[in-house]
């Protein structure tokens, strides 16, 4: 069965730069959530979209910012990178009639030197 | 706002032995969901509940909401290495976002 795909899995940005994560859905799922896992933490909810609108908004630094696109990828951009932004940042989706269950992409481990 | 508490954070067991991770809600949930994460991967979903009082088996694990389903519990009985890995109970926050519980991380020493 398709799972969520994430990329880049891996990438490593000096402090300051931008860095933009890709997020491709379950087919058929109509909402995307953004998390945030620092090491040894439980995952952050920074924010989700239904249908390609905003939905909800966590954590999220005004620095970062997400959009869903008309295929339903989306993307998590994250500008004026700082140390404490290194984290596993994972996508997940879900469909809306399926209870909210929701499932989770591979995640992409960013790390802020 | 709404939390979602759970302990213990850390629970170390030679295998073969039990191990059981609680879960609290500060509000009423409408389902309790848990995932299961090894070291260095992504929380892969579990099982949902749904019911008040509803209890619910795979192979060796035991799923318990409770009767004011603002609490759940896991148990895993006769533990074996396979088991390591954080166990997280997650519930619906508005707009279906997952607010996590702190995790469980489950060591078994063989």
């Known amino acids: 069965a398709a799972g969520v795909i994430q990329s880049p899995r891996h990438l490593i940005k000096e402090k300051r730069e931008t860095a933009t994560l890709k997020c491709y859905p379950i087919?058929?799922?109509?909402?995307v959530y953004w998390y945030q896992q620092g090491p040894g933490q439980d995952p952050q909810f920074l924010i989700s979209?239904?249908?390609?609108?905003?939905?909800d908004k966590g954590s999220i630094p005004d620095r970062f910012s997400a959009q869903q696109f008309s295929d339903y990828h989306s993307e998590l951009n994250m500008s004026s990178l700082e140390l404490g932004d290194s984290a596993l940042y994972f996508c997940?989706?879900?469909?809306?009639?399926?209870?909210?269950?929701?499932?989770f992409g591979e995640g992409s481990w960013l790390t802020v030197v | 706002g709404q939390q979602v508490m759970q302990i213990p954070q850390y629970q170390h067991v030679q295998e073969g032995e039990d191990f059981t991770t609680y879960c609290n809600s500060s509000?009423?949930?409408?389902?309790i969901q848990w995932y299961k994460q090894r070291p260095g991967g992504h929380p892969v979903f579990l099982i949902q509940?749904?019911?008040?009082?509803e209890v619910k088996k795979q192979k060796r694990l035991t799923f318990q909401f409770g009767e004011a389903k603002k609490n759940s519990s896991l148990h895993i009985t006769a533990t074996q290495t396979t088991d390591v890995g954080t166990y997280f109970c997650?519930?619906?926050?508005?707009?279906?976002?997952?607010?996590f519980g702190q995790g469980t991380t489950l060591q078994v020493k063989p």
């Open positions: 979209f239904y249908e390609k609108m905003q939905s």
């Open positions: 087919p058929r799922h109509d909402t």
């Open positions: 509000t009423t949930l409408s389902n």
């Open positions: 509940l749904v019911k008040s009082g």
């Open positions: 997650a519930g619906p926050g508005n707009t279906g976002k997952l607010i």
């Open positions: 997940a989706s879900s469909r809306t009639s399926s209870r909210n269950t929701i499932y």
